[in-house]
């Protein structure tokens, strides 16, 4: 029986991201990458993603782009406000995410990989 996919919401211009995806090939596992860039996840698929990783969306933010700096630094908005704004600037979005049967981690330090496996 195949094991669930491993899918992976990768930015191929982070190195964490990239990490990611050779820590995976190292260890010879199957995976799907996203690009989510390119394929922005929907609200939708973020409120799942969120629940997955079992954080806050704000958590979810990575405070030293400058999409954050120009936009939202000192805002206090609200978990729905937060999913927007990443939908609306995906370079927000913390990265690298992995996730493996309904659970998810945010690949930073990579080894965190390990407690999906």
Not at 18 to 24: D, I, Q, S, T, V
Not at 63 to 79: V, Y
Not at 84 to 89: L, N, P, R, S, Y
Request: aromatic share 6%.
């Amino acid at each position: 029986m195949m094991a669930n996919k491993i899918t992976v919401y990768h930015n191929s211009r982070c190195s964490k991201s990239r990490c990611a995806l050779e820590f995976l090939q190292e260890k010879n596992l199957d995976f799907e990458v996203i690009e989510y860039l390119k394929d922005v996840p929907t609200k939708t698929q973020l409120k799942a993603l969120i629940a997955q990783l079992g954080i806050k969306p704000q958590e979810l933010i990575r405070t030293s782009e400058e999409e954050f700096k120009t936009h939202f630094k000192g805002k206090n908005l609200s978990d729905d406000e937060w999913i927007d704004a990443m939908v609306k600037f995906p370079k927000l979005i913390e990265r690298p995410i992995v996730v493996k049967n309904g659970k998810a981690v945010i690949a930073r330090p990579t080894e965190r990989i390990n407690e999906l496996l």
